[in-house]
Nanobody, 115 residues
Framework: QVQLVELGGGLVQAGGSLRLSCAAS????????MGWYRQAPGKARELVAT???????NYADSVKGRFTISRDNNKNTLYLQMNSLKPEDTAVYSC?????????WGQGTQVTVSS
């Protein structure tokens, strides 16, 4: 079993920055992959960014060049640095971990970007 706890959401003005963190209850070294997803009101959940155990990253086109995903295996934590935020980035952001044959999700953290 894996618990994931996200921190770092909040209210920010357009053009601002936030850093989200996702702390895991066990070592993430052996995780197959981790990622950030978001869901805006009335919309389906969408992929934001993923990172493999080997450090390979993948981003949604809408966030490329603005967001950076990273992981610290020593701290068992996943990060999402978000810069140049836009109102359309407003959503609940959740982290995901793929471990063994299971998928685990955090409870989510709200990010609101005002214009």
């Amino acid at each position: 079993q894996v618990q994931l706890v996200e921190l770092g959401g909040g209210l920010v003005q357009a053009g601002g920055s936030l850093r989200l963190s996702c702390a895991a209850s066990r070592s993430i070294f052996s995780f197959d992959g981790m990622g950030w997803y978001r869901q805006a009101p009335g919309k389906a959940r969408e992929l934001v960014a993923t990172i493999t155990g080997g450090g390979h990253t993948n981003y949604a086109d809408s966030v490329k060049g603005r967001f950076t995903i990273s992981r610290d295996n020593n701290k068992n934590t996943l990060y999402l640095q978000m810069n140049s935020l836009k109102p359309e980035d407003t959503a609940v952001y959740s982290c995901r971990a793929d471990y063994a044959i299971s998928v685990y999700w955090g409870q989510g953290t709200q990010v609101t970007v005002s214009s």
